[in-house]
Structure formats: structure tokens, C-alpha cells
């Protein structure tokens, strides 16, 4: 039995599927909302890890390695591609 919702919304989305091949291939999911201060949820389909990334988390050194689940030179491909798209 559930005592407690702490919360229970409904809400729109714009979601993006994206394949791309840099020096691997990347398939990422980005979800956008209103939700999580304008960050955008992304899942690495190929690693099952997700991050909710701005642009701050663009500069923080390992953020991406550490969220998605990739190498440092993924992690560049995947910074360049999201530096683009992400607001």
C-alpha cells in the first residue's frame, strides 16, 4: 500500500532520438520539459545511463563520462553534439 505521493504529474515532452557516428557510434534520447530548471534529461541507450544535463554540466570536468556511461573521447563527441542542441 502507497502512504505517501510525494508527486504525480503529467506533463509534455519534446523528445529527440538521435544516432550519430563520430569515432564510435552514439544513440541518445534527449527528453525536454519544463521540468529540472530547463535541463534536459539524456539516455544513452547503448550504456542504460542517463543525465539531466544544462550547459553548466557541459564544463564540469568528468560529468559526462560519469552520467552516460562513456569514454572521455565519447564524452567529447557527445559534449560537441549537445552543445549544439542544448539550450
Not at 7 to 15: F, G, L, Q, T
Not at 57 to 82: H, M, R
Request: aromatic fraction near 10%.
Amino acid at each position: 500500500m502507497i502512504d505517501l505521493f510525494l508527486y504525480d504529474d503529467e506533463e509534455n515532452a519534446k523528445i529527440r532520438f538521435v544516432s550519430f557516428v563520430g569515432e564510435s557510434r552514439h544513440d541518445l534520447t534527449l527528453i525536454q520539459t519544463d521540468r529540472h530548471y530547463g535541463k534536459t534529461i539524456v539516455l544513452n541507450t547503448q550504456s542504460n545511463k542517463f543525465g539531466i544535463i544544462g550547459r553548466d554540466d557541459l564544463e564540469e570536468p568528468g560529468y559526462i563520462e560519469y552520467a552516460l556511461g562513456v569514454s572521455e573521447t565519447d564524452a567529447e563527441e557527445i559534449k560537441s553534439f549537445l552543445n549544439d542542441v542544448i539550450g
